[in-house]
Each structure stands twice: as C-alpha cells, then as structure tokens.
C-alpha cells in the first residue's frame, strides 16, 4: 500500500491532540516530534486560543507598508479613470497634478498597476505595424499653417439615424475645431460648417482632405465646388494621395478616439449624439493631455489665426502677362471664336492664362495653375508626349508639392500640387 502524505500542518495537529490526552508529558512529545519545547508550547497555545484552525499557516505579507500609496490618493486615481476609460497612466497623472499640484501623486508606472490590478484595462488586439512612413506634416510648424478635415466612417444610433460627423483639426496643436454631424456630406452644408469655423478662428494657409466628395470632384485638378471656394479665400487645397490614409495619420489618430469615446455604443438618437460629440470636444481640446504636445491640451497651444475671414470674398487677380478668361456656362472660356471646355466647377469664375512657349499656355485659378492649354489644338491637355505634367518635371504618380510653393514668376512650368483623383 502507499506511503501516507503527511504535511507540517498535520503533524501539529497530531502533536497538540497527543498532548490533550493526556498520555505523555510534554518534554516526551517534544523529543518524539523533534522539536523544542518552546516551540511545543508556542504551539499548544495557538490551538487553546483558535481551534484547529488556528494551527494553519499564518500570511507573512506586513499588514503595512511605508511605500504603500494612501487610499485616498489612490481612489482619486481610479475614480479619474473609471470617468476615462480610454486614458493612458501619463494622461491621468497629469491631469492630477493639474488638479492638484501639492499632492505627491505616484509614478506613471504605479498608477498603470493600479489601473491593471482593478481590472480597468481595456485589452486592445495587437496589430501587425508597417513600417514607419515619413509624416508629410514638416509645414505644420504652428497653429493654422494646416488644417485637416474628413468625414468619420458613419454609423446608426439607437433609433436608426445615420450619423456622418464632419471633424476639423488643426494639425499643429491637434485642437479640434469642429466635430458636427452633418444631414448631407454636400457642399451647401459642409461649406457652412467651415465658414463657421473661418469665423470663429480665422483662415488656415492649407487644408488637407482625401479624395472624396465635396472635397474632391473628377474635374480638372481635381477641383470641386469647395475646393474653389478655398481657393478664392487664399487657402490652399492639399489631398492625399489615393488609399493612403496615414498621409493624414494625427487626423485619423482623433478619429479612432473620437469612436471610443461617442460612438461605442452610439447615442439614442442624433441630438443625444451631438450632445456627446460636443462633450468630446471640450475634452479633448481643454483636459486630455496629448502625449504628442509633452502632455499639454491642444487649447493651451491654439491661438487663432491672424487671417481673418472677409466679410466679401474677392475675385481672382491676375498680371499683365496673363490673358484673362471668364468661364461661362457650361465650364467653357472663349478662344478665337472657339468654345474651349475647362470645368463646370469654375462656371462664372475669371482663369489667367500664361504663355510658356509658341503653343501652350498655363492656366490658373488665382495664384494656382489647375491645367495646361494648347492653343494650336485648342483643347485642355492634363500631359504631353515628352512627359507627365507636374512640379518641376516630377512624374506624375510621385509625391505631389505644396500650392504654398507655387509662384507666377516661377521660371519652370509648375501644375497645381493638389492630387488628382
């Protein structure tokens, strides 16, 4: 038969009954369990005062620790974080030592552990990474140097409405400029979004869009009915190349918290969801720290821009070296008794054509040139034989320039550096 297990828990309990009956004295006890008699008494003692029980392993962990964090300070923390789930251990410690500048606050690595041990990490699926890809952000140096704007993927609320948020950024301080719910993604309602914020915080030099509609249409250049409307404020229209979303990567950065924070779940019903997209905003821009601003708001690094919407937008000027077109109806300007199609986007605009050499000319549209135009042809040409038209002799395809380069006095042929569709 098997050897029968016996455990040092066991064996006192042994030992205190034998000494209960009676039968040995304690110094044959001791001796037979090989053990000191103070250690026998220590013993009988823990069982007279507790029962059986009390002959078990006692936990050896201090009841105190001179490192531990005081309960209040620690509950502070975890009541920041239960209000917001989505912040990190850096966030919320600033927004503590903003709160309260006097209290000792605990490292960021303590208050992860303190998060994690309540069970109030939201675990996230691990994704495979691309290699790094250069931000082509170098010009936004400083607030209002470049917008970026976009429509959040739509959802449905509670009640079934579609939601289709329009947000504006500024790409130097991330601050959130607009996050509205828009009826229609067309260009009489996203237009009065953005004169909203040109009211409130001035012109931009560049916004930066995708390739979508109202942004974007198939026209020459690209150019849509908001793009002009842009360009005749002095605003330059930059795009992103096709399919590449990180080209605006803080943008759709927000766009991922914006989700976690309003749309998961989505509110009852539009206005509900409105509400909370406003809420968003006055928390992103005034207390969630940004990692990427040393842990600062986007509301302390804003200011407004010092380019103030007009009260009248003016008409296009153009030198005396360029002829001057109107384009009438149908997207046509005139040349030689001929109608020459242009774009139905610039209906009733002035375009300035500039002469290259003995056939084409460059048009513009304002201070941009949009396209080429081949007055023996007299037709609107988008490249030649020789090569693809685009910034100093770049192949079209590559990365396009900023507008904000561009200049009529330039010696080389320059397009517009706004990416086709």
Not at 157 to 171: K, N, Q, V
Not at 274 to 297: I, K, S, V
Not at 309 to 330: C, D, F, N, T
Request: glycine share 6%.
């Amino acid at each position: 038969m098997p050897w029968k297990a016996s455990s040092v828990v066991d064996e006192r309990m042994r030992f205190v009954l034998e000494q209960e009956s009676g039968l040995h004295t304690m110094k044959e006890l001791c001796e037979a369990y090989q053990i000191a008699r103070e250690t026998g008494y220590y013993w009988l003692r823990r069982y007279q005062q507790g029962g059986l029980e009390a002959l078990e392993d006692r936990n050896r962990a201090p009841r105190q620790h001179p490192n531990q964090t005081p309960e209040e300070i620690e509950e502070a923390v975890l009541t920041l974080r239960r209000a917001h789930m989505s912040w990190g251990p850096r966030k919320l410690k600033r927004v503590l030592e903003r709160k309260d500048p006097d209290q000792p606050w605990p490292a960021t690595s303590t208050i992860g552990a303190m998060v994690a041990r309540e069970g109030l990490v939201v675990p996230r699926k691990k994704r495979r990474r691309a290699p790094p890809y250069r931000e082509p952000f170098a010009s936004a140096d400083a607030p209002n140097r470049v917008w970026c704007a976009d429509f959040k993927g739509w959802f449905a609320t509670g009640d079934g409405e579609r939601i289709d948020p329009l947000t504006i950024t500024d790409a130097c301080s991330r601050y959130l400029l607009r996050c509205q719910r828009v009826e229609k993604m067309n260009y009489e309602r996203v237009r009065a979004i953005f004169e909203s914020a040109f009211r409130e915080c001035g012109l931009p030099e560049a916004i930066r869009t995708d390739n979508g509609a109202p942004f974007a249409s198939r026209a020459v250049a690209g150019l849509s009915r908001l793009a002009v409307w842009w360009m005749k404020l002095g605003i330059v229209p930059e795009r992103i190349a096709a399919g590449h979303p990180e080209q605006n990567g803080r943008h759709e950065r927000m766009h991922r918290t914006l989700k976690q924070e309003t749309a998961s779940p989505p509110a009852a019903n539009g206005r509900k969801q409105q509400e909370a997209f406003d809420r968003f905003r006055r928390e992103y821009n005034e207390e969630r720290p940004h990692e990427a601003l040393d842990l600062e708001t986007p509301s302390a690094l804003y200011t407004r821009s010092a380019r103030r919407y007009p009260a009248r937008v003016s008409e296009p000027e153009y030198g005396s070296a360029l002829e001057v077109r109107r384009v009438g109806l149908r997207g046509v300007f005139s040349w030689k008794h001929q109608h020459v199609f242009l774009s139905e986007t610039l209906i009733g605009e002035s375009i300035g054509l500039l002469p290259l050499d003995d056939r084409f000319s460059t048009v513009y549209f304002g201070k941009f040139p949009i396209a080429r135009f081949d007055r023996h042809r007299i037709v609107i040409v988008l490249q030649s034989k020789r090569k693809d038209f685009s910034r100093d002799g770049a192949r079209e395809g590559d990365a396009s320039p900023s507008l904000a380069t561009l200049s009529l006095a330039a010696p080389k042929e320059k397009v517009s550096g706004m990416c086709p569709v």
